[in-house]
């Protein structure tokens, strides 16, 4: 996989997936700071013109860089439940067809510390360098599951103890007042179509986002970070507040 760009690129590094890297003549703060890193890995640059990389990056903001990068490992559900740190926190994506958006759904996702996304085989954006792109470089550190069928995953993880969210925007609850403190997958839809029925049938529950302004629907990668966001708040409810350190006396 390609990925283009000082922050994919540098993430990519952290992540130790960089197989290759090609950069232009920029000399900079920002490029010195990620051949330091490449450096320390092992990884020599090859220099290349910025026509080239424009090539490789598909016409892509490439910023001087451009790297040969290994998608990472491959998940199953188990995985990606077994694997939680606390409750399982588990997003779904059900026919995300835009990288864009898929880029920053996974930015959120790795913002609130997800334990994994799933996405279909077929019907969904690929994980390109447009998508690292848009997710900052997130893509690179984000447990990713690829299943067949969605309507099945749901399935899998119901019987692994894991409750399913689905967001739709007619549903009668309001997301905030949703339990996400217990193991939750939260399941999104594609761009205007929302979730397929069948999907949306094997979700334990519908949940919606109020709207309070003239236009009745949101981004889907906006929609994401909300629920998402939602869900960590009330998994820190009730944990031991952070205190000054300083002494009385």
């Known amino acids: 996989m390609i990925v ?37 890995h092992g990884i020599t640059p090859e220099r290349v013109t910025n026509d080239v990389l424009t090539r490789q990056s598909k016409g892509g903001v490439h910023q001087g860089v451009v790297a ?36 920053a759904i996974l930015r959120s996702a790795d913002a609130t510390g997800v334990d994994g996304v799933i996405l279909q085989a077929r019907r969904s954006a690929a994980r390109s360098g447009v998508a690292a792109k848009a997710s900052a470089g997130a893509m690179a550190h984000v447990k990713i599951a690829q299943v067949v069928n969605i309507a099945r995953a749901l399935d899998e993880l119901k019987g692994l103890g894991v409750w399913t969210v689905g967001l739709a925007g007619e549903a009668p609850t309001p997301y905030d007042a949703v339990d996400f403190a217990s193991p939750t997958a939260i399941v999104l839809g594609a761009e205007g179509a929302g979730l397929r029925r069948l999907v949306r049938e094997k979700c334990d529950l519908m949940a919606s986002i109020p709207m309070q ?37």
């Open 4 to 40: 283009y760009g000082i922050n994919p690129v540098l993430e990519a590094l952290r992540a130790g997936r960089v197989k290759a890297l090609r950069i232009s003549s920029r000399d900079d703060d920002r490029m010195r700071e990620l051949l330091a890193f490449a450096s320390t």
């Open 68 to 103: 040969d990068v290994d998608e990472g490992s491959e998940y199953s559900i188990e995985d990606l439940v077994s694997g939680s740190r606390s409750e399982p926190l588990i997003l779904v994506l059900d026919g995300i067809e835009d990288p864009h958006n898929l880029g």
């Open 213 to 249: 302004g003239h236009v009745g629907s949101i981004n889907v990668s906006v929609a994401a970070g909300v629920v998402l966001f939602e869900a960590v708040r009330q998994r820190r409810r009730g944990k031991t507040p952070v205190r000054d350190g300083g002494s009385d006396g």
